[in-house]
């Protein structure tokens, strides 16, 4: 037993010795490094369809993110038991658009689950997104059953260690952040980092720990395939949950990002702040999770008429 | 018709105790509120509680009256749906251990059914009518019943299915949270079904025609029903078939009666006389016995059944009036506004006095309420008022749009409410502690109380070091508990609600100026 593990451990050495040469010389051939460009598509003057489309165009279609035989997991903010109109939860009618593209992009399954905030039945049936399951055959799952999360370990957090997280996120092959932009009476602003506060079980070690940053640890967990968010009708005061239809400006806009940081920086400034305002935006930076300066990042702009 | 008796009997009160199981029962909010509400009205301690306060209980009531007079005691057989338990609890013991019915004949007891009855009367009319309500009215000790035992036994079960199902992709069926029924509510339905259990192998429906104080008042009309079964003495072998078949025990074979007053009316004994020898007739001969006393002509010699029919008519007649004005204040008792503050109670109520004084525990609000902040208080309201309901902000809160116990109480207890109105009925009011609040403690962002504040009356401001702290405005807030609840600070939360023992209204949110784009431009990146 101990022979076998050393000669494995002495095969380990000869094979690494060899290869750190190629490798080494790899990466010294690429030593200034330049981080990759994030993408950042920003579309506005759409409908909500038509701009996810537009947005996924650009991005090399859905193809590029859903292949034939794959599970897919689909997150918007159903948080609250108020109707579409309110902006308080992503619009069903983007979230059905884009659960119809994944299917027909050759998903095995295309699940949509969020841990709410009000009860959970009430928020999926006010919010639409029961009836938009309904039309686009996808399957609509709870996030109010604690046996169907699982512990796992954040060794990069700096607040936030471990957390108990759907099985959903853990397990499926494609996993979609569908935010819905809005005011926070908290945190300032709610986009795409804080919506993952959705998929874990216990979210008053946040709250008591340090909210933003345990947002921005969470965000290293698993980072998602893509991160859309409806900026229709942003919620611009009384957030996250909103008092009247009075609440929501609209602005006809949706963002699309593989970056989560990049997509927060960005829908941070169609709220009037300055994304560092933001602080779990530069924690996230920081951490590594993404790019907070929209500088360095690749936004393409679409204005559809 | 004969052999319809039977089969229309059991399909009515078989329909009706499943209906009404089902409401109790109900862990997903299948069954329409509107339609529990009326499973639950329809009953004759609810509606003899709210008849002095609503044209619909008093409906109810004459109907109930009205169709005992008719028929007897048919209300035993068809919608009570404690004694349908029962019936059912024979079937079961039946097919569990069978064995021959008591074949006797057995008087009623007088002393007990009436002692039991006129106590009742007397303690409503001293004013323990809460008290008495809720722990002799069979319709809510069924609820209990059914909340208490049946529900989460219920609720173990789709939960222990669950993980089965998930092999076939079953997403319709999910877990629904345990909890262990309240002891309040579960030991008292406990010890009442054991019993129940023991008297029901004994002799069936002995609860039903000796103890229920409603049996009892409905057998002072049923003994002068107009429908009533009669034996035929000339069709009669004396064969005791009947006997077998009676559950209430009240054929009289020496004599060839029937006691109407102890009859529940279940046709048994009809289906089973093999010379067709019982019948279901009308036995009034006017005008012998009047169906309604007002135009009774005035007997000239007293008869003691009519006596007794006239007592039963006073008795139900006073008990609404006397359940209206309970409690009555003691002198110096405070006012109503400055009474002592006890746990918040469901908006709609009123206030916990009229509350407390209508409700009769039978869980029916507890079982619908969809977040569950509804729960049986243990000592919370003082003994007298064991098992009646609070709002237990600990696990749960009030949705802001939803008022389903409103809709399906039977008592008036909680009155039904407009969501507009329910979204300005203030049951409490929420006080904040900074000093207690994580933004002091740990110098971070929370806003979790005011993150979950459906009117804003939590809102937050511009704190020391870029940090945002909640502050309270107290005419916005409803005491839906959504703050306290959400508040991550233990072991004592840094806002909780304080409940009004009066509700109020609250200010309405003002919302009317639109908010406008914070930036202009159309991509501000």
Known sequence: ?305 | MRRLLRPLRRTLGLACLAALTAAFVDFRGLVPAQLSHWLAAIQFAPALRSAGAGLAAATVLLLIVGATLAFGRVYCSTLCPLGLLQDVMARLAAWVRPRPRPLRFVPGNRWVRYGVLAAVVVGIAGGAGAVVFTWTDPYSHFGRIATGLFRPLLVAANNGLVPASQHFDASWLYRVPFRWPAPAVALPALTLLVLLAVLVAWRERIFCNTLCPVGTMLGLFARHAAFQITLAPEACTKCAACLKACKAQCIDLRRGRVDASRCVGCFNCIAACPEQGLAYACVWTLPAVAPDPDTCPSAPVADPTRRALLAGLAAMAVTPVLAAGEPRRRRGNPAPDESPRGPAVPPGAGSTRHFLSRCTACQLCVSACPTQVLQPAGLEHGFAALAKPLLDFEHAFCNYDCHRCGEVCPTGAIAPLSTAEKRLTSVGVARFEPSRCVVETNGTDCAACSEHCPTKAVFTEPHRNNLRLPRVDEELCIGCGACEYACPVRPVRAITVSPRAVHTRAKPPTDAVPATPPVKGDFPF
């Open chain 1, 1 to 305: 037993m101990n022979s076998s593990r050393r000669d494995f451990l002495k095969a380990g050495l000869v094979i690494a010795s060899g290869l750190t040469g190629g490798l080494g010389r790899a990466l010294a051939a690429d030593s200034t490094p330049k981080p990759p460009r994030p993408v950042l598509v920003a579309v506005r003057e759409g409908s909500r369809s038509a701009m996810l489309d537009r947005a996924l165009a650009e991005l090399g279609g859905i193809g590029a993110f859903v292949r034939p035989g794959q599970t897919v997991v689909i997150k918007p903010n159903i948080g609250w038991d108020v109707p579409p109109e309110r902006g308080a939860n992503t619009h069903p009618e983007l979230v059905a658009r884009l659960a119809i593209l994944c299917r027909e992009a050759g998903a095995k399954s295309v699940s949509i689950f969020d841990h709410t905030c009000d009860q959970w039945q009430r928020c999926y049936a006010t919010s639409g997104m029961e009836q938009a399951a309904k039309d686009s055959g996808a399957t609509l799952v709870t996030g109010d059953d604690e046996d169907m999360y699982r512990e796992v370990a954040i060794p990069r957090g700096v607040s936030l260690r471990s957390a108990k997280v759907h099985r959903l996120v853990l397990d499926s092959d494609v996993y979609l952040n569908v935010p819905v932009l809005k005011h926070h009476s908290g945190s300032l602003m709610t986009g795409a980092m804080k919506n993952l506060m959705g998929v874990v079980w216990d979210r008053r070690i946040y709250h008591s720990t340090d909210l933003h940053q345990c947002i921005a640890d969470f965000c290293t967990v698993r980072p998602p395939t893509l991160n859309i968010m409806d900026a229709f009708h942003p919620m611009v005061r009384n957030g996250p949950r909103g008092r009247a239809e009075a609440d929501v400006v609209e602005l006809r806009s949706l963002l699309a990002s593989t970056d989560i940081v990049a997509i927060d920086a960005a829908a941070s400034r169609m709220l009037g702040h300055d994304p560092g305002a933001i602080r779990h935006i530069p924690l996230a930076a920081a951490l590594g999770v993404g790019v907070m300066d929209l500088e360095a990042v690749d936004i393409r702009r679409h204005k559809l008429t």
